[in-house]
């Protein structure tokens, strides 16, 4: 998870997707509907009913910076899915704007689409979408094949791509040969090996094993780091969300109901569906010093000098790092920013009233 001021230099950054009033209906009457929803303010149901259309996205707004790891997640049929599709357009939204790094996708027709595409943008499925009559070094030099990029060339990217995936020594092998966290780890080197700016992942670990779930979440996130590529993750899982994301988008019946930093929507749920969302997470990896501390000035005319010898942590470290202090010292918490200045204070009592926050339900 990005640190407190690693998040807040990206939001300075010029977007490099940008998502603007995006809607999608589904449906033969789409545009009668749209009109009614937009005028009428007509609900989901009502728009089945009369017009037999279904909204899928429904006026979604938001931008995504340059080497974000931006979550998208939600319940099943909350639209999360249907959204991603259209930043590659395989999906045309009804109504809305979309770019990335600049470019306005919409405006894109089929021979340039399909470069933008090819070149741009590269999309991680959940079913792995391997094709079986070609060898795992294939598959994954399959985007600089239909680039034009020469045979040598593709194989060596492939290769070394493989190796980055931690599959060095597989590329003869087919897809049937493989595990299924082998197989979305081609997938995720087919991805790579393209070089894109945009990386889109549709629930990309969702139907694998827990351990290997976890483990593939780990090596995306290392990668993440070292290439910087900005992604959109799709996610029905929280915790993923939360592991993986600097950001957070949450939807339900098409629309986004909350976007901020995974400790943002926790600390903070807009609404009692998103509280009911975060109620079984921990917060002990999510909520940091930052969050929880309390002035320096406002402890000491309630407790008099803070002490110059007791604990000191950064502003950015997690609740269970400051608990353990909290085990070992009796002392109040100094907290302390990057440049080692006193920020604030935490107590024991600080500390219990967060956690014992945290596990209260509706």
Same mark, same amino acid.
């Given at each position: 998870?990005?640190?407190?001021?690693?998040?807040?230099?990206?939001?300075?950054?010029?977007?490099?997707?940008?998502?603007?009033?995006?809607?999608?209906?589904?449906? =033969? $009457?789409?545009? !009668?509907? &749209? *009109?009614?929803?937009?005028? %009428?303010?007509?609900?989901?149901?009502? @728009?089945?009913? +009369?017009?037999?259309?279904?909204?899928?996205?429904?006026?979604?707004?938001?931008?995504?910076?340059?080497?974000?790891?931006?979550?998208?997640?939600?319940?099943?049929?909350?639209?999360?899915?249907?959204?991603?599709?259209?930043?590659?357009?395989?999906?045309?939204?009804?109504?809305?704007?979309?770019?990335?790094?600049?470019?306005?996708?919409?405006?894109?027709?089929?021979?340039?689409?399909?470069?933008?595409?090819?070149?741009?943008?590269?999309?991680?499925?959940?079913?792995?979408?391997?094709?079986?009559?070609?060898?795992?070094? =294939? $598959?994954?030099? !399959?985007? &600089? *094949?239909?680039?034009?990029? %020469?045979?040598?060339?593709?194989?060596? @990217?492939?290769? +070394?791509?493989?190796?980055?995936?931690?599959?060095?020594?597989?590329?003869?092998?087919?897809?049937?040969?493989?595990?299924?966290?082998?197989?979305?780890?081609?997938?995720?080197?087919?991805?790579?090996?393209?070089?894109?700016?945009?990386?889109?992942?549709?629930?990309?670990?969702?139907?694998?094993?827990?351990?290997?779930?976890?483990?593939?979440?780990?090596?995306?996130?290392?990668?993440?780091?070292?290439?910087?590529?900005?992604?959109?993750?799709?996610?029905?899982?929280?915790?993923?969300?939360?592991?993986?994301?600097?950001?957070?988008?949450?939807?339900?019946?098409?629309?986004?109901?909350?976007?901020?930093?995974?400790?943002?929507?926790?600390?903070?749920?807009?609404?009692?569906?998103?509280?009911?969302?975060?109620?079984?997470?921990?917060?002990?990896?999510?909520?940091?010093?930052?969050?929880?501390?309390?002035?320096?000035?406002?402890?000491?005319?309630?407790?008099?000098?803070?002490?110059?010898?007791?604990?000191?942590?950064?502003?950015?470290?997690?609740?269970?790092?400051?608990?353990?202090?909290?085990?070992?010292?009796?002392?109040?918490?100094?907290?302390?920013?990057?440049?080692?200045?006193?920020?604030?204070?935490?107590?024991?009592?600080?500390?219990?009233?967060?956690?014992?926050?945290?596990?209260?339900?509706?």
């Amino acid at each position: 998870m990005a640190d407190v001021t690693d998040t807040e230099s990206r939001r300075t950054v010029e977007p490099a997707i940008c998502i603007d009033g995006v809607w999608k209906i589904f449906g =033969d $009457n789409w545009q !009668l509907a &749209l *009109e009614d929803v937009r005028k %009428n303010g007509a609900s989901k149901k009502q @728009v089945l009913d +009369q017009y037999n259309c279904v909204i899928g996205v429904a006026d979604v707004s938001f931008d995504v910076v340059l080497g974000e790891i931006f979550c998208v997640m939600g319940l099943s049929g909350s639209g999360k899915s249907t959204l991603v599709r259209h930043i590659n357009r395989l999906l045309e939204p009804s109504a809305g704007r979309i770019s990335v790094g600049g470019q306005d996708v919409m405006q894109l027709q089929d021979a340039s689409l399909r470069k933008f595409r090819n070149e741009h943008i590269a999309m991680v499925f959940q079913n792995f979408a391997l094709m079986p009559h070609r060898s795992v070094l =294939d $598959n994954v030099a !399959l985007p &600089l *094949e239909i680039r034009g990029v %020469n045979k040598n060339q593709r194989m060596k @990217v492939a290769a +070394q791509t493989l190796e980055m995936v931690e599959l060095q020594g597989w590329g003869n092998k087919f897809a049937h040969e493989l595990s299924g966290g082998m197989q979305q780890r081609v997938g995720l080197a087919r991805a790579i090996a393209a070089d894109p700016q945009v990386l889109l992942m549709d629930e990309p670990f969702s139907a694998l094993d827990p351990l290997i779930r976890r483990q593939l979440q780990g090596q995306f996130m290392e990668l993440a780091t070292v290439m910087k590529k900005t992604t959109v993750f799709i996610t029905h899982d929280l915790d993923e969300a939360v592991r993986i994301g600097h950001r957070i988008a949450i939807m339900r019946d098409g629309r986004v109901v909350q976007i901020g930093t995974p400790e943002e929507i926790v600390m903070d749920p807009a609404d009692d569906y998103v509280a009911d969302f975060v109620a079984g997470i921990s917060r002990l990896k999510v909520v940091r010093a930052h969050a929880v501390m309390r002035p320096v000035s406002e402890y000491e005319q309630q407790f008099g000098p803070l002490p110059e010898h007791g604990p000191s942590f950064n502003q950015n470290d997690n609740l269970s790092v400051l608990i353990r202090a909290a085990i070992d010292s009796n002392e109040p918490i100094r907290i302390v920013d990057n440049n080692h200045l006193s920020v604030g204070v935490i107590t024991r009592k600080d500390l219990l009233t967060t956690v014992i926050e945290g596990t209260e339900t509706s």
